[in-house]
């Protein structure tokens, strides 16, 4: 029987949020801020699916919707079903998407979803968006659940990232650069205007820590992003309750001095300061970083807000 009653675990990607059961896991994606794709499976064979593109001007929604019901006819034709589709599912029927009302929709193959299509005006993004699965009876109030909890847009200065039980905050005008999402370990590179920003964790702390300290460990994984520095560490202070690693120092080099003279000659703001905290957490057994590079005020402040921000238990 599907889980109806919790949604408790947050996932959030390019500025999206939906809340889903809390063992449902983060599969597939693709694309980027401006158009992309992620895919949330559960239990059960159920899988919610967030599809978004940023349109100028006012799109048809029309238009979207009927792509999307070719789209599901052709499958449906080559797996040789029949298909059924109508709007307005009585299930969805009380659904309100962040201040909008949205064109809801239903279909039925060998299997069954229920879906909402919407333009937010503010962040222009039009979200389709699905939880699909095998024909179960309670899927239209799961999904009437989940879909009521997606967000297009952050509504602070500030959008969370979540996936795989990992959780910060970066301001939402940052951009995803470069990622990687392996087992055990997790990285997130985020570039804003003069600003850039890495959040890593590591997994199997109690393994990798035998022979070493937090201190050590962490020194040695993040010396390949902090070697073009000439930085000073620090064992001071504490952060979620852990003692933590403070790293800074600006860019070093025959290159960067010359960049530096030229910003203060003209009076601009150096941007090659690193200014960076790495922590262990016993209790979920990780390690974490944070660097921040740019001018050192805001370097230092990027660095410890999203460090605070940092779900590590």
């Known amino acids: 029987m599907l889980n109806t009653e919790r949604c408790s675990s947050i996932i959030g990607w390019h500025g999206i949020t939906v809340s889903v059961p809390e063992e449902w896991s983060f599969s597939v994606y693709s694309g980027d801020a401006k158009a992309g794709y992620f895919r949330v499976d559960g239990a059960d064979d159920v899988a919610l699916e967030v599809k978004w593109s940023e349109e100028k001007g006012i799109p048809s929604l029309r238009r979207v919707l009927n792509d999307f019901q070719k789209r599901l006819r052709k499958s449906s034709r080559t797996a040789h079903v029949e298909m059924e589709f109508r709007e307005k599912p009585r299930p969805l029927a009380p659904l309100r998407v962040h201040g909008h009302i949205p064109i809801t929709f239903g279909w039925r193959t060998d299997r069954q979803g229920y879906g909402a299509l919407w333009h937010c005006k503010e962040c222009r993004r039009v979200m389709l968006v699905q939880v699909a699965g095998r024909h179960q009876q309670e899927l239209g109030q ?172």
């Open 142 to 313: 799961l999904a009437l659940r989940i879909l009521s909890t997606v967000r297009d847009h952050p509504a602070g200065p500030e959008a969370i990232w979540s996936v795989y039980d990992f959780t910060f905050r970066a301001p939402k005008e940052m951009t995803l650069e470069k990622h990687q999402l392996k087992s055990g370990y997790l990285a997130f590179e985020l570039k804003g205007r003069g600003v850039g920003l890495v959040v890593e964790r590591w997994g199997l702390a109690n393994i990798v820590l035998k022979r070493d300290t937090p201190s050590g460990w962490l020194s040695g994984a993040l010396y390949p992003r902090l070697k073009a520095y000439a930085y000073r560490k620090e064992e001071k202070g504490d952060l979620h309750g852990h003692p933590c690693v403070r790293f800074s120092g600006r860019r070093s080099g025959v290159k960067a001095l010359a960049n530096r003279l030229v910003r203060t000659v003209s009076f601009r703001q150096h941007r090659d300061y690193v200014s960076g905290l790495g922590w262990h957490c016993p209790e979920s057994n990780r390690l974490f970083a944070v660097l921040a590079v740019g001018a050192m005020e805001r370097a230092d402040a990027l660095c410890a807000g999203v460090a605070e921000s940092v779900a590590c238990h």
